[in-house]
Structures are given as C-alpha cells and as structure tokens.
C-alpha cells in the first residue's frame, strides 16, 4: 500500500514533490505516468495519441494499481481521478490533491508535450447564471 498518493492538475506539482516526500520518508517515489510508459514501451503522450482516451486511461489505471501496491509515494497522472474505478481505489488511500494558482499551473505547464491548456478562465462558482455570464463573456 502507497504511504500517499498524489493527485492535481497538470503543474500543480506532483512528480517533483513526490520525488521530495519520498526523499524525505525514505522510501520510493513512483510516477504512473513513468510506470504507464514502461509497460506500453511509449512515452505516455504518444501512447494518448496513438491509443485513444478509453485504452489510454484503461493503462492508466493498471499503472496506478501497480505503483500503489508499492511502498512508495505515488504521484498520479492528471486525468486519473477521472475514472471511477481509480476514485473507487484511490478512497483506501491517504490521498493529497495539490493545487496552486491558475498562473502557476499554467506557467508550470508552458509549451511542453502536455494536453493544450485553455485560453480562459472562469470562476464557475455561485449560481448557474452567474457562472454562464462569467463564460459568455469569456467566449466572447
């Protein structure tokens, strides 16, 4: 079983604070994005293009059941909690979602071999009228 799990956006920071819990619990640092990678033979944004969301996310949580049965701190890909077989398995966990602001995660992320970012952000917070001013003018 995983000492904690890790889950966020993309740059919220996972992989580096893994690698420096991990560092500091003595024990493995486990990427399931690195783990998916080793088992399909493919860097996982290639495996995405090539295999599609559903297989992609199917390897996605074999990786993550295979990195939680280690003793090690886990960190998650993105899109893992998507799955409600992963949230399912990740309740049994001691599971941390770290954030950070948008400018950071969106510094974070830059130009790199990441899913496209969007172009605007809406606080979709308060009522569903409000939330679709916000994005109508942010369409706009």
Not at 106 to 132: F, I, Q, Y
């Amino acid at each position: 079983m995983a000492r904690v799990v890790l889950v966020g956006l993309p740059g919220a920071g996972k992989s580096t604070l893994a690698r420096a819990l991990a560092d500091r619990l003595g024990c493995l640092a486990l990427d399931t994005d690195e783990v998916l990678a080793r088992r399909v033979a493919a860097p996982t944004a290639e495996y995405l293009r090539r295999a599609g969301e559903d297989r992609f996310r199917e390897a996605e949580v074999g990786a993550l059941l295979e990195a939680l049965g280690a003793d090690a701190v886990v960190a998650t890909g993105a899109g893992v909690v998507t799955r409600a077989d992963a949230r399912d398995r990740l309740r049994a966990e001691r599971t941390v979602w770290l954030d950070a602001p948008d400018a950071t995660l969106l510094e974070r992320v830059g130009d790199g071999d990441r899913p496209a970012v969007a172009s605007a952000v809406v606080d979709t917070s308060g009522t569903l009228d409000e939330a679709l001013a916000r994005l109508v003018e942010a369409a706009s």
